[in-house]
């Protein structure tokens, strides 16, 4: 460029070109040149720059400039790559943190109001309630009116292949009950112990029996090492590849610009690419999808581990399909489908439409006008939809407010719309999808529900006022939170308490647990609950009794039904055989009192009866 100029320069005749001018000295002539120089590379330059930096510029220079299927392919393109990359990194994300560690915590609470108490006290006591005055019924409504909160929940740290956490429960903030547990994964050694009873652990041993269910196994696998299947450059080079079959399966893209595309009540000017696919059409991007799958590396080699088919039977069955692609009819040229694609002056696709004339259309798209933004779904069929969801929201700040309505027809053919109204929608943690906002859905017959998204970029809670008929009934509060970084080990196994599947004998609880520190234990939650010391005691030693001591009443009560025959009073074999050869029509006959009729369901409580009776009797 700058020689040319130079002999711009020198050129007499060019200097002298336009009259009237006074002729520049040579010196001033290149210094002139040299500014004209600069600026004009600084004007190609920026340019370039707008070109590359400004989607909008490059978006209108392409679709000048390219040919339909081109700027068809750029734009799908260009998309695809902006997905792919997103879903590369996400899913590096979700394994660096997988590897690192993370802890998640979420609990549920329960507040408790003075109608709830109310009505639980009417639902079990009746009405009249507060006129009791047996000691019973007293204990029951200090127990029920000294529920302030309830609360539920736990955390779980999971690294790599190893998982521990613990759980409890609260009364009015006081725990009643925890637990711990720790999950190894690679070993399938599962640990447990609830710390109010026991530090012991009690661990299950189920590696052997997970070992022999080959069909979980290889899942197993891929779950734990997903990036020995497929890695982040992979899942992104996927992406792009499959889109680029679609491009080059395509052929005679129409393009209409600024065409009006109604979205809600808004109207936004869209460029159209339109792609009309015949029966013939389908077929080939069938079978060019098919080509790129069997040829996919990636694919087979997951679909090989996972024991879904071999390397053999993963060619032949896609050469199978591909064999009757070829076999499939495509005479008919008509129109199948025709697939719009909505794209922004940005060069962003905003929407599809999917439409198969005289059948149906399934159709989506967001646009914004100003500070309205809208978004639509829609599935119809013979131009009447079936299902939709609308989204009116304005944008204020980076807050949003509007609704959602999802419009369906039930099964009486009735139109009905279900409305999710927000107020000051906000996203605090993209990552973790943390946002503020008032959210009130509006039910046709229901009362409406208002729910309230709360969160300090670190937690996210939810809150629910439960609300009827003017009577507050107490709030329902969902909290969670997920951290970066956790240290999780496993329990040592030598100090547990084993149990495997493949143990001789099946140990007792009392060999894990003694059985008076059970009792103690249920004795202090039913204490806490509310209940009198002497109600708790005895409920105590029943739920201790049915744990520990049901199993041996019963293996008495089944030695002593088998010695019953032995003392001639009762032939199991003769009660309850049948013979239907003889069938007396006739008024049957009162029954002996020392006989079980057949057709009594009750045969085994009249036996027990029985055997007590002559029991009480030789006593």
Known sequence: MSENLNNMNNNDNFTNAVSGVERVSKKKGKKIALISGITAVALVGGGVAAYNLSDFVKNQVNLRV?????????????????????????????????????????????????????????????????????????????????????????????????????????????????????????????????????????????????????????YYDVMKNPTDYISPEQLEDMIIRYTNVWNQSVEDIEIEKKESIDICDITVDYTVLSVELTESDLVDIAGNFIEEIKNDDVLKNIAVSLDVCTEEEWASELDELLEELENEDTSNNDVELTVDTYVDPNGDIRGMRFFVEDEGDIFFAFGKDGDDVRGEFSVSEDNEKLFSAELYADENDNKYNGNIDFTYCDYDDVIETISVEFTDYEVVNEENGFFNADVTFVIP??????????????????????????????????????????????????????????????????????????KNFIYDILVKLGFSEEIAADGADDITWEMYDDSDDWETYDSEYDDYDNFGGFDEDEAFTYDDSDVNTSEPEEEPANEIPFNSGDADELMVERFEEEQSANE
């Open 66 to 218: 390219m040919k339909p299927e081109n700027y068809y392919a750029w734009i799908t393109e260009e998309n695809s790559k902006n997905f792919a990359q997103s879903a590369k990194e996400s899913y590096s994300k979700a394994y660096d943190k997988m590897q690192d560690g993370q802890k998640s915590n979420v609990s549920l609470k329960y507040v408790a109001s003075d109608d709830f108490k109310d009505y639980a006290l009417s639902e079990i006591l009746g009405a009249d309630y507060k006129n009791y005055d047996d000691d019973e019924s007293k204990m029951l409504v200090d127990i029920i009116n000294n529920i302030n909160e309830i609360a539920v929940g736990g955390n779980a740290s999971v690294k790599g292949d190893v998982l521990s956490g613990s759980c409890f429960a609260s009364l009015n903030g006081e725990n009643i009950i925890s637990g711990d547990i720790a999950l190894d994964y690679e070993n399938f050694d599962y640990f447990l112990r609830v710390p109010e009873l026991t530090e012991q652990w009690l661990c299950m041993e189920l590696g052997e029996t997970m070992s022999e269910i080959s069909d979980i196994t290889p």
């Open 445 to 518: 017959d229901i009362d409406p529900i208002a729910i309230d998204f709360s969160s300090d970029g670190n937690s996210q809670d939810i809150s629910y006022n439960i609300n009827f008929d003017g009577k507050d009934y107490g709030t329902v509060i969902l909290s969670m939170s997920v951290n970066d970084g956790a240290d999780v080990e496993v329990p040592d196994k030598n100090g547990a308490f084993l149990i495997s599947p493949y143990m001789d004998s099946e140990p007792a609880l009392s060999d894990y647990i003694p059985e008076e520190n059970m």
